[in-house]
């Protein structure tokens, strides 16, 4: 009782000098924002507008604006602004203040010097700048209402960005010629998700439908509770990683549905499909959904499912902890997204570089802040129980060296992840406090480091890349000795090239950062470590290939997208290689030929990995064969339409197409003597890959049907069909609960099965002295 | 002048070159390897699998029961159903399938390949930021980011050396600068970062706010070249754009 109560003040305590720091901390402005849009107000003054400050539009002869507008026909716009320190503290009338307007319709032109076009907005140039008054003219669209937007700022003349300088803004709706009235338009991205969480509930309730068709028994509450309760409270590692695999799928529709968005935006320049606010969106969220809510999850599936059957163990060491790791994952998810639904989610790339992380005026920017958090412990979570299950877990016989590979590469993988992440969790959480109580990590105007967060993001980011792509390996690893009915050529160094990847991906990351500053030393240090990663990797495709020798290869589908697999990560393997060296980095950085390159390892290597694993482990875990006639189907439209999607973009780039751009140049027109725009071709070559993304997207839905079509009515599955060795292949299809009645043996067809040293001593490490279990059993 | 400038275009053919041999070897080698190590035998489709299916499903169920009967399909049917070299089974670590010397050749050659390939990046990277030294007569410009335009200053050299001017048609800053003469870009950002690319010449470098970096330029051909954004910087990243102008 006694100790209950000190910790209960303790608490206390803790709670409320936190609550203190929270009151106490720096009241700062983290937010100058500049007379440069629409959204941020004017330059360098404080953030809100002003009213003292009258901004205003009429026609040139002082009448005020039209109500409907003549199609096609121009209108002279006299701009203007009254009050505000330009007229009180500005005696000599110098520099008095400028503009900033925009029409969503129509075009506007300067008449005279004292007014240009920048970025597509009006604005006043150096020679306006000492007037309150502008002339321009405005011609107005064919159809639809035009919103003109004015901010002005009015200055003190003193030349700098005194804070007493003020600003407004104020907008005009002229309707069209037919003189509709302006019309609430919905938000493009609340549409599109409302549009996704539609979707997927229209298809649950279809597929509920079917299953109810079936068995409508099976509906009853008395049997439905049970059902519900397991899914929900399961921690039985099949039942969780089923959760992670109906998650993963969810979210790789949704992040492929955003890449569609993408894609048709991109798919001719000067496109409007989408607003620059939602492109930006966009990108953000496809590359953040894809990395850490489809691929990670498709990965911790199969590592769920599969490594306690191959380690032969009867689940994972914690699996309750296991089950937490899940649950955090949908959490993590919603909130991850929310913003989306406001029209204002997270515009920062998925690599959220500083300072523009903190002061976006997207607040779906903290929202994506908070939901990585709750990845971050998911993944850590995952992390400890991996390692510490495969530690202690494996069954009699398997030491290290008798380990599968995928289980290798799980390691491997987890590893990596659980010594790189919690960095990127303390970048996170920095800039989530940045965001919401104005600490100044980031904040250069107060001496925050924009680089600090480069570092963390990298230091993790990199490591992350083959946290995602080392179990790929490790399927293919598996599926390619089965499939050629061979041992895998080469085992131990497979195992010391999986190793050897873990451990010069922490040395590797300064590669993304080549560009900001570097000292040439560390450059050249660090372009010799980015190509070394090419030995080990170069081992493992050449001890695949010398596999394949001698050996009887089936054609299955888990072994045409392994085939695939090695085309497409050589590739992209090969074009990894241009970027440590630093004087073609500086030309192909941040352009298609990036984007290329980490689609060849992303989508070639660890989702064609990925899909080569469904279709070789799902006769395990359902029990059920999967129709071989679509799932060959599914590799020949979605391995050609994939390659037509991703090779163009190697030339895009080359040419200097630059990513993240919502709309590109064509060396046309005004710009026809532009050197360094795209030829015309570039759009023809978009448009292409517009179409062939579609079809692979669509191409991956012949999966999912076959996926949820087989399970209902595919053949039983043996509890081998394709002639593994590994544990997982001895017990039942699906296995039953818990996996294994008793642990079984690992037997070796080598005649000398004496440890190495190394091997050894970590098994000594590893395996519980009898001494210790002794004393266990004394308490 | 080809894309990328120069420096770049050296280094890409000369990777491309080894790009091109290491891919034929693969692919030539998987080609190969997978026509002519490929079978149709031990499909398992069709009558054998059901034959398994069932015999599995029995085992259990028998197992369960608590009968404890063993039978297997006979060894040398098993054999013909699964041309299985390796004699793999399940629950056995099949035997090991290496041979030191060719893993040796494989992990050697790419080393001495990449060692090579970092070699001859290593001049190209030093012509990109040159020494001090020879930076003697380089003319300093400053570039600043701000979201979401490009501000350039000449720092006092006379017009003829650099000029900052709007382009007629498309409204775009110009920054004119003079043929053969190096200029060292003083990058520096107002707010978040920026990277200025000038397309054509291959040169790209951050802007980050609260700290100063550098491209050295040396335009060596005339006419007007892009320059975008090459670090997102927010809503008008895209519209972040200018000309630099080299003339005579
Ligand atoms: C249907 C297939 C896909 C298509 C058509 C596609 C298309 C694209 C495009 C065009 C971009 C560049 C956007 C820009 O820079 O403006 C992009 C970015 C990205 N994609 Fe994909 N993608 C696909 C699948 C995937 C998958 C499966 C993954 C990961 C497993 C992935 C990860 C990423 C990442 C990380 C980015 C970078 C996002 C950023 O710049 O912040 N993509 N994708
Ligand atoms: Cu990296
Ligand atoms: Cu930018």
């Given at each position: 009782m006694q100790v209950r109560n000190v910790w209960t003040v303790r608490a206390m305590v803790i709670v409320a000098v936190l609550f203190a720091a929270l009151m106490f901390s720096p009241e700062h402005d983290a937010r100058p924002t500049g007379i440069s849009s629409v959204d941020s107000g004017c330059s360098c003054h404080s953030q809100t507008p002003s009213s003292e400050v009258v901004a205003s539009i009429t026609l040139a002869n002082g009448s005020a604006l039209p109500e409907n507008y003549e199609p096609g026909a121009t209108y002279a716009l006299l701009i203007s602004f009254s009050g505000g320190p330009a007229e009180d503290n500005n005696p000599e009338r110098v520099n008095t203040g400028g503009f900033n307007l925009v029409a969503s319709k129509g075009t506007l032109t300067p008449i005279d010097n004292t007014t240009q076009i920048l970025a597509g907005e009006l604005t006043h140039t150096d020679a306006g700048n000492d007037q309150q008054a502008w002339n321009a003219n405005w011609t107005a669209p064919t159809s639809g209402s035009a919103v003109l937007r004015l901010m002005t700022n009015s200055v003190n003349g003193d030349n700098s960005a005194s804070s007493d300088d003020q600003w407004n803004t104020v907008s005009y709706t002229v309707s069209g010629a037919g003189g509709e009235a302006p019309t609430m338009k919905a938000n493009g991205l609340t549409v599109l998700f409302s549009g996704i969480l539609l979707t997927a509930i229209l298809f649950a309730i279809a597929l509920t439908y079917v299953f109810y068709v079936r068995d409508p028994e099976s509906f009853s509450w008395a049997r439905f509770k049970p059902w519900i309760t397991h899914w929900l409270t399961s921690t039985d590692h099949k039942s969780v990683g089923t959760l992670y695999f109906v998650s993963g799928l969810f979210f790789l529709g949704v992040g492929g549905i955003l890449a569609m968005m993408i894609r048709i935006q991109l798919s001719s320049p000067g496109n409007d499909f989408l607003t620059k606010d939602e492109y930006n969106s966009f990108f953000t969220l496809h590359g953040t959904v894809m990395i850490f809510l489809a691929a990670m999850p498709l990965i911790n599936g199969f590592a769920n499912w599969i490594v306690p059957l191959q380690i032969g163990a009867k689940d994972l060491c914690f699996p309750r902890l296991n089950a937490m790791s899940f649950w955090l994952q949908p959490v993590g998810a919603i909130l991850l997204l929310s913003g989306m639904f406001s029209g204002m989610g997270a515009d920062v790339g998925w690599t959220g570089y500083q300072p523009i992380t903190s002061t976006t005026d997207h607040y779906g920017a903290t929202f994506w802040l908070a939901g990585q958090v709750l990845l971050v412990a998911s993944s850590t979570l995952t992390g400890i129980n991996f390692i510490v299950t495969i530690a202690t877990m494996r069954a009699p016989g398997m030491g290290w060296m008798q380990m599968p590979l995928f289980t290798w590469s799980i390691l491997v993988s987890v590893m990596m992840l659980f010594i790189s992440i919690p960095t990127f969790g303390i970048g996170l959480i920095e800039a989530y406090l940045d965001r919401t109580i104005s600490t100044t990590f980031y904040n250069t105007a107060a001496g925050g480091d924009p680089l600090l967060w480069s570092h963390l993001f990298w230091y993790f980011g990199h490591p992350e890349v083959y946290v995602v792509v080392v179990p790929a390996f490790g399927v293919i690893s598996e599926v390619i000795a089965t499939s050629a009915r061979r041992t895998i050529f080469g085992y131990r160094s497979m195992v010391y090239a999986l190793a050897g990847i873990g451990f010069v991906a922490f040395i590797v990351y300064g590669h993304h950062m080549l560009t900001s500053g570097m000292s040439p030393l560390l450059r050249f240090v660090v372009m010799l470590t980015t190509m070394l990663v090419a030995v080990p990797t170069g081992i493992k495709i050449f001890n695949w290939l010398k596999t394949m020798h001698g050996g009887s290869l089936v054609y299955r589908t888990h072994t045409l997208w392994a085939l695939g697999f090695l085309v497409t990560f050589t590739l992209g393997g090969i074009s990894g290689m241009f970027f440590p060296a630093i004087a073609m980095d500086v030309h192909l950085h941040e352009t298609y030929f990036v984007v290329a390159h980490f689609h060849y390892v992303l989508v070639g290597g660890t989702v064609f990995g990925l899909f080569a694993a469904f279709y070789y482990w799902y006769p395990k875990i359902t029990g059920r064969m999967m129709s071989e006639r679509l799932g060959i189907l599914h590799f020949l439209i979605g391995f050609i339409s994939y390659n037509g999607v991703f090779w163009p973009m190697h030339k895009l780039g080359l040419l200097g197409m630059t990513r993240r751009h919502h709309t590109y140049y064509i060396r046309a027109d005004e710009y026809s003597d532009i050197i360094g725009t795209l030829p015309p071709e570039a759009a023809q070559w978009n448009f292409f890959i517009t179409v062939c993304a579609f079809m692979f997207f669509l191409s991956n839905l012949i999966m999912v049907y076959n996926i949820i079509a087989s399970w209902l009515n595919g053949r039983k599955a043996p509890a081998d069909p394709w002639g593994g060795w590994s544990f997982e292949w001895m017990v039942s299809s699906p296995p039953p609960t818990p996996s294994f009645d008793e642990i079984p043996t690992l037997l070796n067809a080598n005649p000398d099965h004496a440890p190495g040293r190394l091997t050894g001593m970590l098994e000594r490490i590893m395996t519980p002295d009898p001494g210790d279990e002794g004393e266990e059993a004394g308490h | 002048m080809e894309f990328g400038g120069d420096i770049f275009q050296d280094l890409y053919i000369e990777f491309m070159f080894w790009s091109v041999i290491v891919g034929v070897i693969t692919f030539v080698w998987m080609i190969h390897h997978s026509f002519v190590y490929r079978t149709s035998d031990g499909d398992l489709s069709g009558k054998r699998l059901h034959l398994r299916t069932q015999l599995d499903s029995l085992r259990h169920e028998m197992k369960r029961a608590g009968m404890d009967m063993e039978f297997e399909i006979e060894e040398e049917e098993d054999e013909r159903a699964w041309p299985n070299v390796d004699n793999i089974k399940v629950g056995v670590f099949p035997k090991e399938n290496d041979n030191l010397k060719l893993e040796l050749i494989w992990t050697i050659i790419p080393f001495i390949l990449i060692c090579y390939l970092c070699w001859i990046s290593w001049a190209p990277t030093d012509a990109i930021w040159p020494s001090a030294y020879e930076l003697e007569d380089a003319h300093e410009v400053g570039v600043t980011g701000q979201q979401w335009f490009w501000d350039f200053d000449?720092?006092?050299?006379?017009s003829d050396l650099c000029d900052v001017g709007v382009d007629s048609e498309t409204g775009l800053t110009v920054l004119s600068l003079k043929l053969d003469e190096t200029y060292i870009l003083n990058l520096s950002s107002r707010d978040v970062l920026h990277a200025p690319k000038i397309v054509q010449y291959g040169l790209t470098e951050d802007a980050v706010p609260g700290m100063y970096t550098t491209i050295v330029f040396t335009p060596y051909e005339t006419g007007k070249y892009f320059l975008d954004c090459a670090e997102y910087c927010g809503d008008d990243h895209a519209y972040m754009t200018a000309i630099i102008e080299i003339h005579t």
């Open positions: - | 000449c720092k006092g050299l006379t």
